[in-house]
Every structure is written in C-alpha cells, then in structure tokens.
C-alpha cells in the first residue's frame, strides 16, 4: 500500500462522474491495474492526456485496500499518429484490448508489454501493412501466454510439414484455429483455410524472428488473418468486440 511508481500504458478508459476516469493500465511488472484518475477531464488538468488510450509513461499511483488512483504521469509516448490513420487505429486498438483481456492483476509480464509497445510502434511511425503487423502480435501474444502456435509440425498428428522442392504458391498445408497451427493435409482435409507453401513459411519466419518479419513486404493473406484472430479468441476465451473495426 502507498505509492508506487511504474510504467504502464493506456488500455481502455471509462469516463465517471463529471471530470474523472477510471483507467485500465498495463504494467510491466504489476500486471493489469484499476485506476482513479481524478480531474483529467478538466481542460488544463496535467493528467488529461494521461488519461488517453494508447498514453505510456512512468505512473506514480497511491494505493489503498480500497483504490488506486493515479498522482502523476511523466509521458514517454502517446502514438498519436495513430488517430488520423483509420485502419492503423482501429489495429492499435484490437491489440489493447487483446492485452486488457490476457493479462491479470498482479501478473508481470515484461514481454508481452514490449511486444506491445514495439507493434504499436510499427502501426504508429512504420509503414508495414497493419494487418502484418497484427498477424506477428497475434502470434507472439499466443506464445507469451503458453500456447505457441505449432508451425513446424501438425498440430493434430505432430507429422513434420515438408516444404522442400515446393513453390510458394503450391499447396502445403492448412491452419486449424481450434488445434492452434498448422494441419499436415490428412489432419486438414475439409479444412476451411488452406495455406501455400510461401504462407507456411511466412508463419515459420515469423516464430523465428518475430518483428524482424516486419522489414518484409508481404502482407498477411485475409483467410490466414481471420484464422489468427480465431485462435487468439479461442486461447482467451473472450469475444474481443473491437475485432469488427478490422472487418
């Protein structure tokens, strides 16, 4: 109890009463924390860009049994690029609610709070396609919670999918949402996304070298996409409402 200071980052935001939010952060260390933030919403309150999504910098908060509320914020980032580029936004956004949903109080989770910062920063200041850029946050949030997403092998029968001697554009495999990865073409008949041999290396490239994919300049095929945003949803077990903004 007391004061505590910490980096945290913006995830959702709830107006109350006449000139106070409550706030959801992410810290790095703390996990997801509830915060009052009081008067932000008066027009010279020093809180009041604090207060907005996607804001990141070092919180000083004052807990108690009952409230944390939130003293001062010294700013790193708000990526507000983000907000005159629709598509970009509406990625920014799907990616803080994913987190909201996945992380717990009290649950450090430094990785994954990179892994954030880092997309949004691609969305925000890069000029890589954002679905690609959702498509490796999506596959690193699946990792970083326990469910590495199986590329390498059958997710189904552990069979090893074999690439060599095939274009990219040969069929190779399929994607199953509910087995988290890759399905070898038995396991995957009838399968409703059907992956070349380039997209299955796309995926393999991607548990390899993460952000580093982004330097690349393939985009992320829609069927695959939809199929990455189901097995996040399936993994977390939550409908993530602001998935229709990428529709």
């Known amino acids: 109890m007391g004061q505590i200071t910490t980096n945290a980052i913006v995830l959702r935001r709830v107006d109350y009463r006449e000139n106070d939010r409550m706030l ?83 649950q450090e989770n430094e990785r994954l709070f990179l892994l954030l910062l880092k997309s949004l ?8 396609a954002p679905r690609r850029v959702t498509a490796v946050f999506l596959m690193g949030m699946t990792s970083l919670l326990g469910f590495r997403p199986q590329v390498g092998r059958c997710a189904q029968c552990g069979k090893p999918i074999v690439l060599d001697g095939l274009a990219d554009d040969d069929h190779a495999a399929y994607f199953g949402e509910e087995a988290g990865g890759v399905l070898c073409k038995d396991c995957g008949v009838g399968g409703r996304v059907r992956l070349t041999a380039g997209e299955v290396r796309y995926l393999q490239a991607i548990m390899r070298c993460g952000l580093g994919t982004l330097s690349e300049d393939a985009d992320c095929p829609d069927d695959l996409f939809e199929a990455l945003r189901q097995m996040a949803q399936e993994r977390l077990g939550v409908t993530i409402r602001s998935e229709k903004l990428l529709l």
């Open 24 to 106: 959801t952060l992410f810290s790095p260390t703390l996990g997801r924390i509830d915060a009052l933030c009081r008067g932000c919403r008066r027009q010279k309150s020093p809180l009041m860009a604090a207060s907005e999504l996607f804001c990141t910098g070092e919180y000083v908060l004052y807990q108690t049994r009952e409230r944390t509320t939130v003293v001062s914020c010294q700013i790193t980032d708000s990526y507000y690029p983000l907000r005159v580029d629709y598509e970009r936004l509406s990625h920014g956004m799907y990616a803080l609610e994913l987190c909201s949903a996945a992380v717990q109080p009290a």
């Open 121 to 128: 920063a691609y969305l925000c200041y890069g000029t890589v």
